[in-house]
Protein backbone atom coordinates (compact mmCIF):
# COMPACT_ATOMS: atom_id res chain seq x y z
CA UNK A 1 0.00 0.00 0.00
CA UNK A 2 1.30 3.09 -0.76
CA UNK A 3 2.29 5.40 1.95
CA UNK A 4 -0.12 7.85 1.37
CA UNK A 5 -3.13 5.80 1.79
CA UNK A 6 -2.46 5.36 5.33
CA UNK A 7 -3.32 9.41 5.43
CA UNK A 8 -5.74 9.17 2.80
CA UNK A 9 -7.96 6.11 1.88
CA UNK A 10 -8.70 6.72 -1.79
CA UNK A 11 -11.91 7.60 -2.59
CA UNK A 12 -13.92 8.56 -5.46
CA UNK A 13 -14.17 12.28 -6.39
CA UNK A 14 -17.57 11.76 -7.39
CA UNK A 15 -19.21 10.06 -4.38
CA UNK A 16 -16.86 9.66 -1.47
CA UNK A 17 -17.22 5.72 -1.60
CA UNK A 18 -14.18 3.94 -1.05
CA UNK A 19 -12.05 2.55 -3.45
CA UNK A 20 -8.86 0.35 -4.09
CA UNK A 21 -5.55 2.02 -4.19
CA UNK A 22 -4.13 3.13 -7.27
CA UNK A 23 -7.08 3.89 -8.72
CA UNK A 24 -8.70 6.68 -11.10
CA UNK A 25 -9.90 8.54 -8.59
CA UNK A 26 -12.97 7.80 -9.91
CA UNK A 27 -15.41 4.72 -9.08
CA UNK A 28 -17.09 2.91 -12.04
CA UNK A 29 -20.37 4.54 -11.62
CA UNK A 30 -19.34 7.81 -11.56
CA UNK A 31 -16.83 6.99 -14.24
CA UNK A 32 -19.85 6.14 -16.51
CA UNK A 33 -21.42 9.62 -16.02
CA UNK A 34 -17.93 11.28 -17.53
CA UNK A 35 -17.55 9.39 -20.33
CA UNK A 36 -14.18 11.20 -21.46
CA UNK A 37 -13.35 14.14 -20.04
CA UNK A 38 -12.22 16.54 -23.11
CA UNK A 39 -9.32 18.36 -23.44
CA UNK A 40 -9.49 21.44 -21.42
CA UNK A 41 -10.07 25.05 -23.21
CA UNK A 42 -7.25 27.91 -23.15
CA UNK A 43 -7.77 30.28 -20.15
CA UNK A 44 -6.91 32.97 -22.65
CA UNK A 45 -8.65 32.03 -26.04
CA UNK A 46 -10.73 29.25 -25.35
CA UNK A 47 -9.45 26.76 -27.83
CA UNK A 48 -9.04 23.03 -26.53
CA UNK A 49 -5.93 22.28 -25.83
CA UNK A 50 -4.66 18.52 -27.11
CA UNK A 51 -1.70 17.55 -24.98
CA UNK A 52 -1.85 20.75 -23.47
CA UNK A 53 -0.37 22.70 -26.05
CA UNK A 54 -0.80 26.77 -26.33
CA UNK A 55 -0.31 28.89 -29.60
CA UNK A 56 2.18 31.55 -29.36
CA UNK A 57 -0.21 34.37 -28.76
CA UNK A 58 -1.18 32.53 -25.78
CA UNK A 59 1.70 31.60 -24.47
CA UNK A 60 2.93 35.21 -24.08
CA UNK A 61 -0.63 36.02 -22.89
CA UNK A 62 -0.39 33.45 -20.26
CA UNK A 63 3.24 33.19 -19.66
CA UNK A 64 2.95 29.44 -20.28
CA UNK A 65 4.23 26.58 -22.29
CA UNK A 66 1.47 24.50 -21.62
CA UNK A 67 -1.57 24.01 -19.50
CA UNK A 68 -3.74 21.14 -18.49
CA UNK A 69 -6.87 20.96 -16.79
CA UNK A 70 -9.36 18.07 -15.52
CA UNK A 71 -12.95 19.47 -16.33
CA UNK A 72 -14.42 23.00 -16.17
CA UNK A 73 -15.56 24.32 -13.21
CA UNK A 74 -19.17 24.03 -14.03
CA UNK A 75 -19.09 20.11 -14.65
CA UNK A 76 -21.06 19.30 -10.89
CA UNK A 77 -19.00 16.54 -9.89
CA UNK A 78 -16.02 18.50 -10.46
CA UNK A 79 -17.38 21.70 -8.63
CA UNK A 80 -18.58 20.03 -5.62
CA UNK A 81 -15.44 17.95 -5.12
CA UNK A 82 -13.66 21.34 -5.75
CA UNK A 83 -15.40 23.27 -3.26
CA UNK A 84 -15.90 20.87 -0.82
CA UNK A 85 -11.47 21.02 -0.99
CA UNK A 86 -11.28 24.02 -1.22
CA UNK A 87 -14.00 25.67 1.01
CA UNK A 88 -14.83 22.83 3.66
CA UNK A 89 -11.50 21.49 3.73
CA UNK A 90 -12.18 17.65 2.65
CA UNK A 91 -8.48 17.37 2.92
CA UNK A 92 -9.01 13.52 1.71
CA UNK A 93 -10.21 14.86 -1.86
CA UNK A 94 -6.54 15.51 -2.57
CA UNK A 95 -5.92 11.93 -3.56
CA UNK A 96 -8.54 11.55 -6.64
CA UNK A 97 -8.20 14.99 -7.21
CA UNK A 98 -4.75 14.83 -7.90
CA UNK A 99 -5.03 11.54 -9.71
CA UNK A 100 -7.37 13.09 -11.81
CA UNK A 101 -4.62 15.25 -12.67
CA UNK A 102 -2.50 13.10 -12.87
CA UNK A 103 -4.73 11.63 -15.72
CA UNK A 104 -4.47 15.30 -17.68
CA UNK A 105 -1.12 15.32 -17.54
CA UNK A 106 1.28 12.07 -17.90
CA UNK A 107 0.90 11.93 -21.41
CA UNK A 108 2.48 15.12 -22.09
CA UNK A 109 4.82 14.52 -19.50
CA UNK A 110 7.87 12.89 -21.14
CA UNK A 111 8.49 16.24 -22.74
CA UNK A 112 9.17 17.68 -19.67
CA UNK A 113 12.49 18.07 -18.74
CA UNK A 114 13.67 17.51 -15.07
CA UNK A 115 9.77 18.58 -14.17
CA UNK A 116 9.49 20.23 -10.62
CA UNK A 117 6.13 20.96 -9.23
CA UNK A 118 5.68 23.95 -7.54
CA UNK A 119 2.34 24.95 -6.08
CA UNK A 120 0.88 28.75 -6.26
CA UNK A 121 1.56 29.76 -3.01
CA UNK A 122 -0.82 30.70 -0.35
CA UNK A 123 -0.30 34.30 1.86
CA UNK A 124 0.75 33.00 5.55
CA UNK A 125 -2.01 35.06 7.04
CA UNK A 126 -4.70 33.28 4.75
CA UNK A 127 -2.73 29.85 5.31
CA UNK A 128 -3.26 30.57 9.08
CA UNK A 129 -7.18 30.66 8.92
CA UNK A 130 -7.35 27.95 6.57
CA UNK A 131 -5.49 25.89 8.04
CA UNK A 132 -3.46 24.07 4.54
CA UNK A 133 -2.72 25.59 1.00
CA UNK A 134 -4.83 23.65 -1.26
CA UNK A 135 -2.21 23.38 -4.53
CA UNK A 136 0.59 22.22 -1.70
CA UNK A 137 -1.75 19.56 -0.73
CA UNK A 138 -2.57 18.27 -4.60
CA UNK A 139 1.40 19.06 -5.54
CA UNK A 140 2.37 16.41 -2.78
CA UNK A 141 -0.04 14.01 -3.80
CA UNK A 142 0.78 14.51 -7.10
CA UNK A 143 4.16 14.18 -6.86
CA UNK A 144 3.82 10.95 -5.03
CA UNK A 145 1.49 9.67 -7.42
CA UNK A 146 4.26 10.47 -10.20
CA UNK A 147 7.36 10.06 -8.70
CA UNK A 148 8.18 13.80 -9.46
CA UNK A 149 9.80 16.14 -6.90
CA UNK A 150 8.00 18.88 -5.77
CA UNK A 151 9.51 22.34 -4.03
CA UNK A 152 7.41 24.69 -2.01
CA UNK A 153 10.42 26.67 -0.85
CA UNK A 154 10.61 28.34 -4.18
CA UNK A 155 7.83 30.82 -4.56
CA UNK A 156 6.26 32.61 -1.67
CA UNK A 157 3.10 34.92 -2.07
CA UNK A 158 5.06 38.35 -0.40
CA UNK A 159 1.69 40.14 -0.85
CA UNK A 160 -1.64 39.11 0.69
CA UNK A 161 -4.31 40.00 -2.28
CA UNK A 162 -8.23 39.92 -2.58
CA UNK A 163 -9.27 36.96 -3.06
CA UNK A 164 -9.55 36.66 -7.07
CA UNK A 165 -12.30 34.55 -7.42
CA UNK A 166 -14.53 37.81 -5.50
CA UNK A 167 -13.17 40.29 -8.13
CA UNK A 168 -14.43 40.97 -11.79
CA UNK A 169 -12.17 39.14 -14.25
CA UNK A 170 -10.89 42.55 -15.49
CA UNK A 171 -9.31 43.52 -12.28
CA UNK A 172 -7.64 40.23 -11.16
CA UNK A 173 -4.18 40.88 -13.11
CA UNK A 174 -3.84 44.23 -10.86
CA UNK A 175 -4.92 42.19 -8.17
CA UNK A 176 -2.11 39.92 -8.58
CA UNK A 177 0.41 42.42 -9.50
CA UNK A 178 4.30 41.88 -7.55
CA UNK A 179 2.22 39.04 -5.10
CA UNK A 180 4.95 36.74 -5.62
CA UNK A 181 8.82 36.76 -4.68
CA UNK A 182 11.37 33.82 -5.72
CA UNK A 183 12.87 33.06 -2.32
CA UNK A 184 15.52 30.69 -3.90
CA UNK A 185 17.06 31.85 -6.99
CA UNK A 186 19.70 29.23 -6.70
CA UNK A 187 17.03 26.30 -7.04
CA UNK A 188 15.22 28.21 -10.12
CA UNK A 189 16.93 25.49 -12.55
CA UNK A 190 17.03 27.12 -16.48
CA UNK A 191 16.98 23.51 -17.87
CA UNK A 192 14.26 22.13 -16.03
CA UNK A 193 10.05 22.24 -16.47
CA UNK A 194 8.42 24.07 -13.80
CA UNK A 195 4.96 22.79 -13.62
CA UNK A 196 3.24 25.21 -11.32
CA UNK A 197 0.12 23.43 -9.58
CA UNK A 198 -3.43 25.41 -8.69
CA UNK A 199 -6.86 24.30 -7.87
CA UNK A 200 -8.59 26.58 -10.14
CA UNK A 201 -7.50 28.74 -13.11
CA UNK A 202 -9.77 31.31 -13.94
CA UNK A 203 -9.06 33.83 -16.35
CA UNK A 204 -4.82 32.45 -15.39
CA UNK A 205 -3.81 35.76 -13.82
CA UNK A 206 -2.83 34.57 -10.81
CA UNK A 207 -0.49 31.79 -12.46
CA UNK A 208 0.86 34.13 -14.97
CA UNK A 209 1.65 36.24 -12.35
CA UNK A 210 3.73 33.35 -10.58
CA UNK A 211 5.00 31.90 -13.61
CA UNK A 212 6.38 35.18 -14.85
CA UNK A 213 8.18 36.00 -11.30
CA UNK A 214 9.90 32.60 -11.98
CA UNK A 215 10.80 33.27 -15.52
CA UNK A 216 12.57 36.84 -14.08
CA UNK A 217 14.25 34.43 -11.91
CA UNK A 218 15.61 32.10 -14.50
CA UNK A 219 13.17 29.59 -15.43
CA UNK A 220 12.86 28.57 -19.16
CA UNK A 221 10.09 26.11 -19.54
CA UNK A 222 7.08 26.33 -16.94
CA UNK A 223 3.55 24.92 -17.51
CA UNK A 224 0.59 25.62 -15.62
CA UNK A 225 -1.54 22.66 -14.32
CA UNK A 226 -5.56 22.92 -12.34
CA UNK A 227 -7.73 20.80 -12.04
CA UNK A 228 -10.50 22.74 -13.38
CA UNK A 229 -10.54 26.12 -15.42
CA UNK A 230 -13.36 28.40 -16.43
ZN1 LIG B 1 -18.17 7.50 -7.29
ZN1 LIG C 1 -5.36 30.13 -26.29
Same mark, same amino acid.
Given at each position: ?????????????????????????????????????? @?????????????????????????????????? &???? #?????????? &??????????????????????????????????? #????????????????????????????????????????????????????????????????????????????????????? #??? @???????????????? @??? &??
Amino acid at each position: MPLIDLFFPPICVGCARELPSDSSGLCGSCSATVPELE @APRCPHCAARLPAGILNRDCRTALALHRFFAVAP &YRHP #MVRAAIDAFK &YESVESLAVPLATLLKRSLETALPQARNPLLVPIP #MHERRLRSRGFNQAALLARVLGALLHLPENEQILARSRDTDQQAKLPHAARAENIRGAFTVIAEKKVDASSTIILIDDVVTTGAT #MKE @AAVTLHRAGAREIWGT @AVS &YG
